[in-house]
């Protein structure tokens, strides 16, 4: 559910005092279907909404109409405005905000301004290039799975052209940042990564769902491989003192260190797809990690050695280390360093 419409929903139930389902989709320009599911995820998600049925029923906030949202406790508060605020990018859903604030409990209303304040986005990368947005193709495709419609997809692979393809869009992913689109396709279940998603049609044909599908389970099945992937391979190597934040930010989890040698080096282990992946990787560190195994990736290191020879020659002074700074490191440390965290 997007966090704009959470907080429209909540204030047109606690303006209102009790609403019908139809008349949250007028409210909302949602289908009533979309309504529905609204009005159960807040109750689900633990704001006190509840539903009565018959004649003069409808949907209401606990202790009916009021001008405050009372029934919201100082966590389920803080928790709203945590969702909201990092997401608070556009001028409509600032406003909204502000409103909510002040129809909240003078109280809660502190813990709610500072749960605003508690985040910030920045569109841009450390090299201060703006990183395209996906929020375009997120809400369409947000909008696409809560009210199940088939959509016609366009996406783009690394690589590869851009093409078209009519999918059944299940749910939405997010992993390490990067969210990505669950969908059955002719082919089975799909993730397609949204910043390689081109355009959004809807079709208007319902979507179709696999019998007992399940998000999380779905995502696992679909995550797995993919990860396994990243570790099929194991790199056995001693390094030099100092090249443990390097190799932190190349590998992450699939760094194991052990123990010191007698020599002062590390034993370490590293995972990955292939030898030659690895040894591309840990080829910046030069003499700083020699690689004791496989002999794939020791034969791909000697190659590129050979190959950088080729182009660069060999330094003058035989023995001079890379950063000429006498102490036999590569440098790497310095220059792989970059903003904290």
Request: no cysteine; hydrophobic share 40%.
């Amino acid at each position: 559910m997007r966090a704009d419409r959470l907080v429209a929903l909540l204030l047109f139930l606690q303006s209102r005092g009790r609403v019908t389902v139809a008349e949250v989709a007028v409210e909302l320009g949602v289908a009533e279907r979309t309504a529905r599911r609204d009005l159960e995820a807040l109750a689900t998600s633990g704001v006190p909404v509840y539903s009565q049925r018959g004649r003069g029923g409808g949907w209401s906030l606990v202790g009916g109409a009021r001008t405050d949202l009372t029934g919201l406790t100082a966590d389920e508060s803080r928790a709203l405005f945590l969702l909201a605020g990092p997401s608070s990018a556009t001028p409509e859903l600032r406003t909204a905000l502000r409103k909510l604030v002040r129809a909240l409990p003078a109280t809660l209303r502190p813990d709610a301004e500072a749960a605003v304040r508690a985040g910030v986005v920045d569109a841009t990368d450390w090299s201060r290039t703006e990183v395209t947005t996906d929020a375009p193709r997120l809400d369409a495709l947000q909008r696409a799975v809560i009210d199940g419609v088939r959509v016609r997809l366009g996406y783009a692979g690394p690589g590869r052209p851009g093409s078209e393809r009519t999918v059944h869009p299940l749910g939405i992913a997010s992993k390490a940042g990067v969210a990505y689109l669950v969908a059955d396709t002719e082919r089975g279940l799909r993730t397609f990564r949204l910043s390689r998603v081109t355009s959004v049609e809807p079709t208007g044909e319902p979507v179709v769902r696999p019998d007992g599908f399940d998000l999380a389970t779905a995502w696992r099945s679909l995550a797995g491989p993919v990860e396994d992937r990243m570790h099929a391979v194991t790199a056995r190597a001693l390094a030099d003192p100092g090249t443990e934040t390097v190799l932190q930010r190349l590998f992450g989890g699939r760094l194991r260190i052990g123990a010191v040698g007698a020599d002062g080096r590390l034993e370490i282990e590293v995972d990955g797809p292939t030898p030659e992946v690895l040894a591309a990787q840990l080829a910046g560190l030069g003499a700083g990690v020699e690689v004791l195994g496989p002999p794939g990736t020791r034969a791909r290191l000697a190659e590129l050695a050979a190959e950088l020879a080729s182009v660069y020659g060999v330094p003058d002074g035989g023995g001079a280390d890379a950063d000429g700074d006498g102490d036999g490191g590569t440098g790497a440390a310095e220059v792989v360093q970059g903003p904290a965290g």
